[in-house]
């Protein structure tokens, strides 16, 4: 019998989980339904515990096992502390299969910690289906080619891709927690603050003498016929000489 485990993380506010970490849970929960599988939902976050309850309906509906990695050290996305926070959980969940959410938090992390317990990893997954086993659909070549992927290797990581499906919407309440424990590594970075990009500024010149703008038209055939590729699209202004 397969043992699914949905990772998921708090939001920015760091008391709720993230609206893509739900739509994880709708999956899991789907899944374990069809795969007749147990279920095991675990949470990463300084504050685990309290999200844990938007996650009670789920245990209720399931009998979901509920665990939680917690502490200051998981307030914001760092690669060494949260691997070591889904490893735990991984390990102590005893998952043949993993389902996340494709958010950068977990992007970052989840093959490293598939490598860790000497899985496999696919991404961008778009649906899963259960028969005699489990199937995972995504696309390729920009959208092009659907393909479902069906691996025997375990454990099994997959990383859902946003809006695949329905964000789980079940009953809160006070869900009953594992708090599970983490040797965390020790960390050489701090974490200050966020920097947002400068919004609305002048990047093209209009007096300009000369304006160079390079990266349209990548592998796309020029009107020779010829494709050509291009270096990363900037603009830049050149100056008069003095």
């Given at each position: 019998?397969?043992?699914?485990?949905?990772l998921t993380h708090v939001d920015e506010g760091g008391s709720a989980l993230t609206k893509a970490?739900?739509?994880?849970?709708?999956?899991?929960?789907?899944?374990?339904?069809?795969?007749?599988?147990k279920l095991t939902i675990g949470l990463l976050g300084s504050a685990s515990v309290e999200a844990?309850?938007?996650?009670?309906?789920?245990?209720?509906?399931?009998?979901?096992?509920?665990?939680?990695?917690?502490?200051?050290?998981?307030?914001?996305?760092?690669?060494?502390?949260?691997?070591?926070?889904?490893?735990?959980?991984?390990?102590?969940?005893?998952?043949?299969?993993?389902?996340?959410?494709?958010?950068?938090?977990?992007?970052?992390?989840?093959?490293?910690?598939?490598?860790?317990?000497?899985?496999?990893?696919?991404?961008?997954?778009?649906?899963?289906?259960?028969?005699?086993?489990?199937?995972?659909?995504?696309?390729?070549?920009?959208?092009?080619?659907?393909?479902?992927?069906?691996?025997?290797?375990?454990?099994?990581?997959?990383?859902?891709?946003?809006?695949?499906?329905?964000?789980?919407?079940?009953?809160?309440?006070?869900?009953?927690?594992?708090?599970?424990?983490?040797?965390?590594?020790?960390?050489?970075?701090?974490?200050?603050?966020?920097?947002?990009?400068?919004?609305?500024?002048?990047?093209?010149?209009?007096?300009?003498?000369?304006?160079?703008?390079?990266?349209?038209?990548?592998?796309?055939?020029?009107?020779?016929?010829?494709?050509?590729?291009?270096?990363?699209?900037?603009?830049?202004?050149?100056?008069?000489?003095?």
């Amino acid at each position: 019998m397969e043992t699914i485990l949905v990772l998921t993380h708090v939001d920015e506010g760091g008391s709720a989980l993230t609206k893509a970490s739900l739509e994880a849970v709708t999956a899991g929960v789907e899944l374990a339904k069809q795969h007749t599988a147990k279920l095991t939902i675990g949470l990463l976050g300084s504050a685990s515990v309290e999200a844990a309850n938007s996650a009670a309906g789920a245990v209720a509906a399931t009998g979901a096992r509920l665990l939680a990695v917690s502490g200051e050290a998981f307030a914001q996305p760092r690669y060494a502390t949260d691997a070591a926070g889904c490893e735990a959980l991984c390990r102590a969940a005893q998952a043949s299969i993993v389902l996340a959410p494709g958010s950068s938090r977990f992007v970052r992390v989840a093959a490293g910690v598939a490598h860790r317990l000497g899985g496999f990893i696919d991404t961008h997954i778009t649906s899963l289906s259960s028969n005699d086993s489990v199937d995972a659909t995504r696309w390729f070549y920009r959208q092009r080619v659907e393909a479902t992927i069906s691996r025997d290797a375990r454990p099994w990581f997959l990383l859902l891709d946003a809006g695949t499906h329905a964000a789980y919407a079940g009953a809160a309440g006070a869900a009953s927690v594992e708090t599970i424990a983490v040797d965390l590594p020790a960390t050489r970075t701090t974490v200050e603050g966020l920097r947002s990009p400068m919004r609305g500024a002048q990047t093209i010149r209009p007096d300009a003498r000369l304006l160079f703008v390079a990266g349209a038209g990548w592998t796309k055939k020029q009107p020779d016929g010829q494709i050509r590729s291009s270096p990363t699209a900037r603009s830049t202004s050149a100056r008069p000489a003095n």
